[in-house]
T-cell receptor
Framework: DAKTTQPNSMESNEEEPVHLPCNHS???????IHWYRQLPSQGPEYVIH???SNVNNRMASLAIAEDRKSSTLILHRATLRDAAVYYC???????????FGTGTRLKVLA | ETGVTQTPRHLVMGMTNKKSLKCEQH?????MYWYKQSAKKPLELMFV???????ENNSVPSRFSPECPNSSHLFLHLHTLQPEDSALYLC????????????????FGEGSRLTVL
């Protein structure tokens, strides 16, 4: 299974953009890139996913490198409610194997 | 309300006890998952069921026994557990891969926190 690498923790000021990086150098052509986040005392929740092109939704944007070996989750304006552990996950197309890494703990400063 | 409900939310058991964790989803999904989250470790995929058939067993010890009687319910039967099995057990569901409405998204419950004494 392909692996993802993320920084253990990051800090951001409230109202500022946050760029959360993820390396996945062993990604295969059929692996989707998913991002989930886990707030304290809750199960993970879906943020965004993509295959090759950049993606935007109401929560965030996903920027995928041209060679697909890395990606960046962008929160456009961090709020205190965005403080969570963010997981970058690869999932092979057609499978049910979502393999989580250790994630990045995001701290948002007021 | 996430659509995926897990009970009990907290469970304390001795090593010789037998207990079960229950997961129920009302999202119309046909795939259901068990994950284990231990302190300071990534979420570990344990089992996946699709249309009540097990499709993934991630080398889980036999003291964990899953059961999927229908697409809406998933159980994890626990017996003779060890203290290192103490963790948050998370259930998730999703549409079957490739079917209409499949966006690749997993929907998680809030988890059952298990403590083994």
């Amino acid at each position: 299974d392909a692996k993802t690498t993320q920084p253990n923790s990051m800090e951001s000021n409230e109202e500022e953009p946050v760029h959360l990086p993820c390396n996945h150098s062993t990604i295969s052509g059929t692996d989707y890139i998913h991002w989930y986040r886990q707030l304290p005392s809750q199960g993970p929740e879906y943020v965004i996913h993509g295959l090759t092109s950049n993606v935007n939704n109401r929560m965030a944007s996903l920027a995928i490198a041209e060679d697909r070996k890395s990606s960046t989750l962008i929160l456009h304006r961090a709020t205190l409610r965005d403080a969570a552990v963010y997981y970058c996950i690869l999932r092979r197309s057609g499978t049910y194997k979502y393999i989580f890494g250790t994630g990045t703990r995001l701290k948002v400063l007021a | 309300e996430t659509g995926v409900t897990q009970t009990p939310r907290h469970l304390v058991m001795g090593m010789t006890n037998k207990k079960s964790l229950k997961c129920e989803q009302h999202l119309g999904h046909n795939a259901m998952y068990w994950y284990k989250q231990s302190a300071k470790k990534p979420l570990e995929l344990m089992f996946v069921y699709n249309f009540k058939e097990q499709t993934e067993n991630n080398s889980v010890p036999s003291r964990f026994s899953p059961e999927c009687p229908n697409s809406s319910h998933l159980f994890l039967h626990l017996h003779t557990l060890q203290p290192e099995d103490s963790a948050l057990y998370l259930c998730a569901s999703s549409p079957t891969r490739g079917e209409r409405g499949d966006t690749g998204e997993l929907f998680f419950g809030e988890g059952s926190r298990l403590t083994v004494l």
